[in-house]
């Protein structure tokens, strides 16, 4: 417990530490289509990482089996980013971990679990800001319904970035939101970028402008002066909570293409549209940085499939799909399109209890189909 003066000594520290990540912000994007060896790392995760990021990897292996064998691919499996690790090391990411995944181009990571309480923040969290990973894409596609959706969430700002160094008071407790310009700013380029590169016409913005006036306002403002760059292309601004309403109103949500959103509204509103399409376990997420890429599933670690006894029957569709973006992402465009059309076309019905498939009946599927 901090009394007001320690909490202010605190925050002087985060406010400096903030300053220097963003003089670190600027970094050279990787180009795949001239790299001579590109390195993806494997991650299981914990509860049901483990099994559904091993088929993942087993679809991975057939689609780069010629790259792999020849040594352009290497597919390379970092252990112990585990929660008995993470806390036995009293960190979200242990610090030879942290090497091991510095030396890949690109990570498929299975769902970690993170502490209730304490101040061991998210692996996830940490390894955003460790790579600098500051968008998250996360694709939504309903053809039958005429949804088709992708959402940027700006991925290493927000309340997320602080979200276990808040301080505590008697009686208080305080946890900070961070908003800046270059990191609004990138991620705003980065969903205008898209739009135009994949003939979309709409994109929207998502805020509580209204009432987080300092940091959803400069949110807001920067990313409608990013805007004026694309004429071409429709911007509207909705906040939050009626943004949440929207996606499950007929017929306005299929007006949405790209939605650009921050930190925590991005978390939670690409969970309901997830939703919308089938489930947290029908999503892939990408990721991405300059130097680096992480794809994983949006779902957690489903511990209690794991205490049931049901892990096998974990639906892999999720990992898979990101297995799917990762390959789009190194520029193995036709291997990405051999994989969603035979997700597309496979029959086998995951329902994750002992009535349908296991997790490996459905890659088995899959392989069958590549």
């Known amino acids: 417990m901090m009394n007001i003066q320690e909490a202010c000594d605190a925050f002087r520290v985060l406010l400096e530490e903030q300053q220097a990540r963003i003089a670190n912000m600027n970094g050279e994007k990787v ?89 061991m923040e998210s692996a996830n969290v940490t390894m955003r800001r460790e790579l600098d990973l500051y ?5 939504v596609s309903i053809p039958e319904k005429n949804i088709d959706w992708m959402f940027y969430r700006e991925n290493t700002e927000g309340e997320y970035v602080l979200g276990s160094r808040g301080v505590e008071l008697p ?36 805020t509580k402008a209204n009432i987080m006036k300092k940091t959803d306002g400069k949110f807001s403002a920067i990313a409608h002066e990013v805007a004026a760059d694309y004429p071409g292309i429709e911007v509207e601004e909705y906040y939050i909570d009626i943004m949440t309403a929207n996606l499950i109103k007929e017929p306005l949500r299929e007006k949405f293409q790209v939605v650009l959103l921050p930190n925590l509204y991005g978390d939670i509103i690409t969970d309901e549209a997830a939703q919308i399409q089938g489930g947290v376990g029908t999503a892939g997420s990408a990721n991405i940085g300059d130097r680096y890429a992480m794809f994983e599933a949006i779902h957690g670690s489903a511990p209690r499939m794991i205490e049931r006894g049901m892990g096998e029957y974990a639906n892999p569709a999720s990992i898979i799909k990101a297995a799917a973006m990762l390959l789009r992402h190194i520029c193995r465009t036709d291997a990405a399109e051999k994989l969603e059309q035979a997700m597309l076309n496979c029959t086998v019905t995951i329902t994750g209890n002992r009535d349908g498939a296991t997790c490996k009946d459905y890659a088995d599927a899959l392989m069958e189909l590549i």
Do not use: Q
């Open 171 to 206: 009686g208080m407790a305080v946890d900070f939101k961070v908003t800046t310009d270059l990191g609004t700013r990138r991620i705003a380029r980065a969903a205008f970028e898209y739009a135009k590169n994949n003939g979309k016409k709409h994109v929207s913005i998502v």
């Open 31 to 119: 180009d795949f289509t001239t790299k001579a060896v590109v390195t993806i790392g494997v991650i299981d995760g914990d509860g049901i990482g483990p099994i559904i990021t091993r088929e993942a990897t087993r679809v991975l292996e057939k689609l780069l089996a010629d790259e792999i064998a020849a040594g352009s691919v290497v597919i390379k499996y970092i252990e112990g980013l585990t929660i008995e690790n993470r806390i036995a090391c009293g960190k979200a990411i242990p610090d030879d971990i942290l090497a091991e995944i510095k030396t890949c181009d690109v990570l498929l990571k299975g769902p970690t679990t993170t502490p209730n309480g304490g101040t």
């Open 135 to 139: 968008a998250n894409c996360r694709p």
